[in-house]
């Protein structure tokens, strides 16, 4: 339970932007996720599908365990801040005055009670987890010396628990056979020092590190004495101890049938110079014309490494799952993802994978997209075609509002707010030109949803659903249909190429009546569409910019909606075949630009080796 809570708390919480530090930070952001998930089960237990098709997490006790992990943590967490404050001091240097400070004593022995408290189950008590075994005794004795001998330190930041534990702990080795746990190796497998392996015989013997340096150790004379002052007064010769480690190597060798001689190539880096009784035992046996045969644990290597017979390159996957299995349902942002990665969407809507978010994910500019099209979707629904005097001022209000709601670092938020007073000043002055110009829109609709259907494809209707950023109706009958982009605009060229189909999309939505709420005239023919319209809204040096959607001679913005339309029933149709697959990036140089399956599809292993029948 422990560990799928964990995980669950993974996925749910520290996926994505960190949430604040501390528990009570930690645990409300757990309440949102559960909230999200309770109304994520309502709406698909609405579906035909059932709240049990795209449940995102199950019922996991979440609350529950991050308050028992934060109960486990008490004793460290009552510790206080212990980050150094900068003072001024009169001679004008600056030092550091440390926070809080305890008698190591004191802080290990809190560390200590907190560890306890996180091995402890329900079934076990600390004591029978932590300190049993060989390897526990050792831990338990390390730690109480190091008490004993810290107690006349004086006190210090727990920082120093870092440093010191690795200082003392880092080279202490348990000399035990399985480790205390009788399951983690094999009972005929045993590792034995060199005075374990004097007296003692195998099957097969395995002898590892035969370099220079490691067997035998390095002859040091220590720093004191001189060899010649060693035996002036009698102590033995640093050398007897590499004499020493050729006896255990010749007892160690003859102690089994079968001996395995094992050297590494190169260690920390460098490489390696065999030990030298490997040289003379190759110089012995070369001067008779032998060798020491070679193991077969090369050849293994070798077959686990390489696959039999030479490389061969990947060709890129072709799906083609059932055609019942096909989405019937895109938004006109995944039409765009479908003509220029149809993989992704038989990833996202066949297989139904969905990808995670990074660990402690920074906000990025979907945060700043969300913040600038909230901002501007509540005004034009408070305000709707009027336009007040102050406007400036009140819009600048309103982001400010929309950007506090948000749990985003200080920094951050202090970078964004001047930026985004920059685009409510650029909105205002827009406004006010057009409205200067084409006089009061009759009405504005912001995030306005639709959706139209598709009913004589092939293989079944077909649904094309959206939101479109904002709807103007004037008075002369024409339709405006804006976008708002925080990022790159779509060139002119893609957009009346098809490849960013996103607003022509949406165009043709509103002639089929998709859009309800707009005050179209009944039974009469749909109105033309007068502009199809980007803003980019940035913030930076140029806070905005109007960019608008030129069709080409001889063909109308109403024509463009039309022909992408068109297109889209092309794909629909194709789609409907069975033997039609979802190619990874087909059409080289049209790229999507955040390619969120390409590392599923191994777009690197065969996007360098592809050909024209490929794509």
């Not at 109304?39 to 995102?56: L, N």
């Not at 008698?103 to 907190?114: C, F």
């Not at 007296?199 to 035998?216: K, N, R, S």
């Amino acid at each position: 339970v422990c560990r799928a809570s964990a995980r669950l708390l993974e996925r749910v919480v520290l996926r994505g932007p960190a949430p604040p530090p501390g528990f009570a930070a930690l645990r409300a952001a757990a309440e949102r996720a559960l909230a999200e998930q309770a109304k994520h089960e309502k709406k698909a237990a609405q579906t035909e599908a059932g709240a049990e098709a795209d449940r995102p997490f199950g019922p996991e006790p979440l609350l529950t365990f991050i308050d028992r992990v934060a109960t486990c943590l008490e004793p460290v967490l009552a510790w206080p801040d212990t980050a150094e404050q900068a003072v001024i001091m009169p001679e004008h240097v600056t030092v550091g005055t440390p926070g809080f400070q305890a008698p190591v004593p004191d802080l290990l022995a809190a560390l200590v009670q907190t560890v306890e408290r996180l091995v402890a189950t329900d079934t076990e008590e600390a004591p029978q987890r932590l300190w049993r075994g060989e390897d526990g005794n050792l831990l338990a004795g390390k730690l109480t010396e190091l008490m004993l001998a810290t107690d006349i330190l004086p006190p210090q930041p727990p920082a120093v628990l870092d440093g010191l534990l690795s200082a003392v702990l880092a080279e202490e080795r348990v000399a035990s056979r399985r480790g205390g746990d009788p399951a983690a190796l094999h009972p005929r497998v045993l590792i034995w020092g060199l005075f374990e392996a004097r007296l003692q015989t195998a099957d097969t013997v395995i002898l590892g590190g035969l370099a220079e340096g490691v067997w035998p150790p390095v002859a040091d004379a220590g720093p004191w004495m001189s060899r010649p002052m060693r035996q002036e007064i009698g102590l033995p010769s640093p050398e007897q101890s590499i004499g020493q480690a050729a006896h255990d190597f010749f007892a160690s060798a003859t102690a089994a049938s079968e001996v395995v001689l094992s050297c590494p190539r190169r260690r920390d880096g460098a490489p390696v110079v065999p030990a030298r009784w490997l040289s003379r035992l190759e110089a012995f046996l070369a001067g008779r014309g032998a060798k020491v045969p070679l193991h077969p644990v090369a050849d293994w290597l070798a077959v686990l490494d390489r696959p039999a017979g030479p490389a061969q390159p990947v060709k890129p996957p072709r799906p083609t799952p059932a055609v019942a299995l096909r989405p019937r349902r895109l938004s006109v942002t995944e039409i765009e993802t479908w003509m220029r990665d149809p993989y992704a969407i038989y990833a996202r809507h066949v297989l139904r994978l969905q990808p995670m978010p990074e660990l402690e994910e920074a906000a990025d500019a979907s945060d700043y997209g969300m913040i600038v099209h909230a901002a501007l979707e509540r005004w034009f629904a408070h305000h709707g075609t009027a336009w007040p005097n102050n406007a400036e001022a009140a819009l600048q209000v309103m982001f400010q509002t929309v950007l506090a709601e948000q749990s985003l670092r200080p920094a951050l938020r202090a970078w964004w707010e001047p930026r985004l007073m920059r685009i409510a000043t650029w909105v205002v002055q827009a406004e006010d030109a057009y409205r200067a110009e084409n006089g009061t829109p009759a009405a504005i609709k912001t995030e306005l949803r639709g959706k139209v259907d598709m009913p004589d494809a092939p293989h079944g209707a077909f649904q094309l659903v959206g939101r479109a950023d904002r709807i103007d109706y004037d008075q002369q009958g024409r339709i405006i249909v804006r976008d708002y982009k925080t990022g790159t605009l779509p060139t002119t060229r893609d957009v009346l190429s098809g490849w960013s189909p996103q607003l022509p999309l949406e165009a043709a939505m509103l002639l089929r009546g998709g859009f309800a709420g707009l005050p179209l005239p009944k039974d009469s023919p749909p109105p033309d569409i007068e502009g199809l319209v980007y803003w980019r809204l940035t913030g930076g040096a140029e806070p905005g910019q109007e960019a608008g959607v030129k069709s080409a001679k001889d063909c109308t913005l109403t024509d463009l909606a039309e022909q992408t339309w068109a297109n889209l029933r092309a794909r629909v149709e194709a789609y409907d075949n069975s033997e039609q697959p979802y190619l990874s990036h087909p059409h080289p140089g049209q790229e999507p630009r955040f390619a969120d399956y390409a590392r599923l599809a191994r777009v690197p292993e065969w996007n360098t080796a592809r050909t024209e029948d490929d794509a």
